[in-house]
């Protein structure tokens, strides 16, 4: 599967956001139209509270995750008419735009994510 980057941007609390088309042909005619939103946030102790790491050991946390958590969502179609594949994408970025950018902006969102991922 081919990724082709739409959109690159910074959010609010400083994480780069990926958008990704990762549609593909399924017939002479007809697209699965996808896209991925991709972020890898780094597992730095400056995203913990003094309190917060009393609660865990951060150097267990890095060795259980690595450097890096990868956080990816994606959103999809299916056989979507050739004709229709540019417009379909572009209303598969303005959904998550509307729905996850506010979410993953928050300045809590990758603190959150490390500590889910620990924990699973």
């Known amino acids: ?5 739409i959109k690159e941007m910074v959010l ?7 958008l990704l088309d990762i549609s593909r042909e399924i017939s002479v005619d007809a697209y699965l139209v996808a896209m991925v939103a991709r972020m890898a ?7 913990f509270s ?4 009393s609660l865990i050991e951060f150097d267990d946390v890095t060795t259980k995750l690595g450097s ?3 956080f990816e969502h994606t ?3 299916n056989f979507i008419m050739a004709v229709n594949k540019d417009r379909v994408l572009q ?4 959904i ?11 300045r809590s969102f990758p603190k959150k994510l490390i500590l889910k991922r620990y924990g699973e």
């Open 1 to 5: 599967m081919e990724e082709k980057i």
């Open 12 to 18: 609010d609390n400083h994480q780069k956001v990926q």
């Open 41 to 47: 946030v780094a597992v730095d102790r400056t995203l």
């Open 50 to 53: 003094d309190k917060e790491l």
């Open 68 to 70: 890096h958590v990868l």
């Open 75 to 77: 959103n999809q179609r």
């Open 91 to 94: 209303e598969l970025v303005d």
């Open 96 to 106: 998550f735009a509307d729905t996850m950018l506010p979410y993953l902006s928050k």
